[in-house]
RNA sequence: GCCCGGGUGGUGAAAUGGCAGACACUAGGGACUUAAAAUCCCUUGCCUGAAAAGGCGUGCGGGUUCGAGUCCCGCCCCGGGCACCA
């Protein structure tokens, strides 16, 4: 069972081992209690335009090898694969030329799945998923009602992109410098209804998790920094003009109250108005419109010199008494701590350029032993009343003990982390099972279907009335995507399914989740209410916030995954993918498990317990892969060239997975011809067995010995994921197999199994050859004999100072005795220290022997 | 500015604190060949030397250690991420 090829024929060996895989369902994953389960998992592509990119196979691969070697080992290994397919290159597509997304979708699929295939990755493709399959979104649409019930989810104004040229809403990348990148039209800040889910409410058990997983420390490093916890304290400024009202603001420096010479509000801030004297309230008023028409860019560009504007109302300090400026400035923002700040110039960066450009008292409070201002660092406390003389670890809890005892404010945790902006107002994404209802019909349904609604309802006002969020029953999902006239937004900010009245306007029967368009008579029934659906459509993280879930039980109708699957493959055991994807996938997935977690769906806590990212693989310039520089390497170019054995060799060849790492063609060569060894060595030039391949040969001990060297070193490098080392020692071992005039078939036929994961075609091909029965995937990973590899005699180094000044072999267990004795009469040892006093004498048995000498 | 990585031959890179440069690539020389390709052998960090051998060498400057690419301190450079976060 093999092919009929005489020499090393990668053009007929890979199709016919792939396919041989294909039909024998060689991968297919089958629960089975009585093995162990491993869960091999790559971060699933978005199917683009542009094909498969080299930086896909280098993690592909290094999965796969893992996969392939854990099935040897006696694991049930699951690995999967699908398709993250909406997203905006499709809708931009489709909007260009007309044609439904899906259908580009399908074509990118297919030629991604072709790729794919064509590099012999060992995939479960009965467990192929589709994020815009409504098979899987419907499942989607369900853990966000999940959100929605628990009240993670609500409605808010939130700016977005807007270009009034294009009468659309943008992305972030379809921004460039201020511009549309079609068309070139400007763009501006506007805000628009949004769905956002409550990620801040698991902000600290994200925090907390990070140390319960097997992660690169960057990674979590990223986590933390997003989520940004910080504690302080929350105090309450009384205002002088209004008695009874007060400002609050956010400190992590409550030890620093009495330096506070000043506060600053936010532009946007909601006091802003009510606190400005008329004398300031044209100045207050111009610097607020223009900090509005400022992008983020433009505002963190400005950052170099600070700007504000004073708003002629001042602050009362709780702690002392004293009056203190309210000023306005954008260096301040509204969407972090209270958006107002006390600014204590002595001990600040910030505040300190601040009151120097505006010439603002400042106040030290903190002794920085003659450092000079601002200081940022610890120290006791001075000008602070009853509390000079404190240090400031101790000051901060007994200013805000003492502040909370009057009602002044409290301790807090601040977190950077917001919540998550969860919808677009595009076509291609799942859309929203929810309808609004009026305030009336809400109050019936809630009635009688108070379990399904959050404690909470969400709602949106717009022009004087107030809609209800009521979600479709889960039996009626999933919620299709109905077919439009054109992809274009409708150019009021909503997105093309806001044109499709029929679809929009509904008689919705909130019992059963039927919809009938409004402009037909009203069903007959209790349950029917006027409604209108939601136009948004989810972001692409949607879909791939839980599809290592799906891929336990992919057909699955009645849950996103059988309990039963779900317990037996549990969550990934290794996750392998893109560190760009560090913080908002990996986070959103983790916020989302965890809402699973709670709700008892899923075992674990955690989705992901390890993680591992590939690095990139950069063009032959050493600059990043691009279009448009023109150093982009296609893997099919590769397989035409050299097959797919070659390019999954030589990827893992280039380095340790984790390094960015330039491509360089000329390496390719190298392992090519490491494979075409291989083949000379075993199969003879009329394709049988190589003469010098045999069952009465016996290997010689040093042989026998790198075998087991080697089998012991590449089975530890795969578990480690390091793929070169294990490559470099494949190479030494068929490095001596051709220097031995002869070997034993079995060494021929492990050498052929250290192989298999990484070289899979030529493994099956040999393997068949050398008499092996079925796939080389079947048979056990060998094992190696600790005694073979341990050897009667080793090499000692002799050094005099930390200096090499020879070596030689000595039996194992040499004492330090016999190898100083060795030493003294080594010749080249004996010079250095001839006529010296001996010192020290360092002896690391086995290893090396120093002698220190004056 | 802050937070992560990283800096070793002509190149990609190896190296539990213990012989720096494994394994490859490139280049040079040789064998085989009418010739070329393929294949095989030798050389390939720098300096001195015919050789044996010796000296120097892992971004720079210190330190710890019998011994440092590896650990510690201070710099420089490169890459990535975040950034007025109170």
């Given at each position: 069972m093999a092919t009929t090829c005489t020499d090393y024929n990668f053009r007929e060996i890979e199709p016919f081992w792939q396919t041989f895989w294909e039909k024998n369902h060689s991968f297919r994953a089958t629960a089975d209690p009585a093995k162990p389960k491993y869960y091999v998992l790559d971060m699933f592509p978005y199917p683009s335009g542009a094909g498969l990119h080299i930086g896909h196979p280098e993690g592909y691969t290094a999965t796969d090898i893992l996969a392939r070697y854990k099935r040897t080992r006696g694991f049930n290994v699951l690995h999967p694969i699908g398709w993250d397919a909406f997203g905006l290159p499709a809708e931009q597509h489709a909007v260009k030329t007309g044609t439904h997304p899906a259908a580009n979708t399908q074509n990118n699929i297919t030629n991604f799945k072709r790729q794919i295939k064509a590099l012999g990755f060992s995939y479960d493709w009965d467990r192929e998923i589709d994020t815009t399959d409504p098979r899987y979104f419907r499942w989607t649409q369900w853990i966000f009602l999940q959100l929605f019930r628990r009240g993670l989810a609500y409605v808010d104004e939130r700016p977005v992109w807007w270009c009034p040229e294009l009468r659309t809403v943008l992305a972030n990348e379809e921004v460039v410098d201020g511009r549309s990148e079609v068309g070139g039209f400007p763009v501006e800040r506007r805000n628009l209804r949004q769905w956002v889910l409550r990620i801040t409410a698991y902000a600290e058990r994200l925090l907390a998790d990070l140390a319960e997983v097997d992660w690169p420390e960057s990674t979590k490093r990223m986590q933390e920094a997003w989520i940004g916890r910080s504690e302080g304290a929350e105090i309450l400024f009384g205002l002088e003009h209004a008695a009874g009202a007060t400002l609050k603001i956010f400190t992590t420096r409550p030890d620093t109250l009495f330096g506070c010479t000043y506060m600053v509000i936010a532009p946007e801030h909601p006091l802003v108005a009510t606190l400005t004297v008329p004398e300031q309230k044209a100045e207050v008023d111009a610097y607020r419109r223009k900090a509005a028409a400022k992008s983020d860019l433009e505002r963190t560009d400005l950052a170099k010199e600070k700007s504000g504007v004073f708003t002629g109302a001042y602050a009362i300090?709780?702690?002392?008494?004293s009056r203190v400026p309210i000023w306005v400035a954008d260096y301040v923002v509204m969407g972090y701590g209270t958006g107002a700040i006390m600014a204590v110039p002595a001990h600040d960066g910030r505040d300190h350029e601040f009151a120097i450009r505006f010439s603002l008292p400042i106040v030290q409070v903190i002794d920085s032993d003659g450092a000079p201002l601002p200081y940022v660092g610890d120290g006791r406390l001075i000008n602070s009343g009853t509390y000079t003389g404190l240090p400031w670890s101790e000051a901060k809890q007994r200013i805000t003990a003492d502040l909370a005892g009057r009602g002044a404010g409290q301790a807090t945790v601040n977190y950077k982390l917001r919540d998550w902006l969860f919808s677009r107002q595009r076509y291609w994404g799942e859309p929203f099972p929810i309808v609004w209802v009026s305030a009336g019909d809400y109050a019936s349904i809630s009635a009688v279907?108070?379990?399904?609604?959050?404690d909470q309802p969400v709602t949106f006002t717009q022009d004087g009335a107030t809609h209800y969020a009521v979600p479709l029953p889960p039996e009626s999902l999933p919620l299709q995507l109905p077919s439009v006239q054109s992809y274009l937004p409708s150019g009021t900010g909503e997105s093309p399914l806001a044109n499709e009245t029929n679809w929009l306007e509904l008689w919705f029967n909130f019992e059963t989740g039927a919809a009938v368009p409004a402009s037909q008579p009203k069903p007959a029934g209790a349950a029917w209410v006027r409604g209108r659906r939601e136009t948004n459509t989810m972001p692409q993280w949607a879909g791939s916030c839980w599809y290592y879930l799906r891929f336990v039980d992919p057909r699955c109708e009645t849950a996103i995954a059988s309990s039963e699957s779900l317990k037996y493959w549990g969550t990934p055991d290794i996750y392998v993918g893109g560190a760009e994807h560090a913080v908002l996938h990996l986070l959103y997935a983790r916020f989302w498990h965890k809402v699973l977690f709670d709700l008892g769906i899923v075992p674990t806590a955690e989705p992901f317990r390890k993680l591992f990212h590939q690095g990139i693989i950069l063009g032959e310039d050493g600059e990043k892969m691009s279009k448009s520089r023109g150093n982009v390497v296609s893997p099919d170019t590769i397989i035409e060239s050299h097959g797919t054995d070659t390019l999954r060799l030589y990827l893992m060849f280039l380095g340790p997975l984790e390094a960015m790492k330039p491509w360089n063609p000329r390496g390719i060569e190298g392992v090519h011809r490491f494979l075409q060894k291989i083949w000379r060595e075993l199969i003879a030039l009329d394709g049988s067995?190589?003469?010098?391949?045999?069952?009465a040969n016996q290997d010689s001990a040093e042989l026998t010995k790198l075998l087991h060297e080697s089998i012991k070193k590449v089975g530890e490098d795969i578990e480690n994921l390091r793929f070169n080392t294990a490559i470099s020692q494949m190479m030494i071992l068929v490095n001596a197999i051709q220097k031995a005039p002869t070997i034993n078939i079995e060494t021929a036929q492990v050498l052929v199994q250290l192989l298999a994961p990484f070289a899979p075609h030529i493994a099956e091909e040999l393997w068949s050859r050398l008499g092996g029965s079925q796939s080389v995937m079947l048979a056990p990973w060998p094992a190696y004999q600790a005694e073979k590899i341990a050897s009667s005699e080793v090499k000692i180094v002799f050094q005099v100072n930390g200096k090499h000044r020879g070596d030689q072999p000595v039996p194992v267990g040499t004492t330090q005795e016999t190898a100083l004795a060795l030493a003294k009469a080594s010749a080249r040892v004996a010079p250095y220290i001839e006529g010296k006093v001996i010192k020290r004498v360092i002896f690391v048995p086995g290893k090396i022997l120093n002698i220190v000498v004056e």
């Open positions: 300090n709780p702690v002392n008494g279907r108070r379990d399904k609604l959050p067995v190589n003469a010098k391949v045999s069952r």
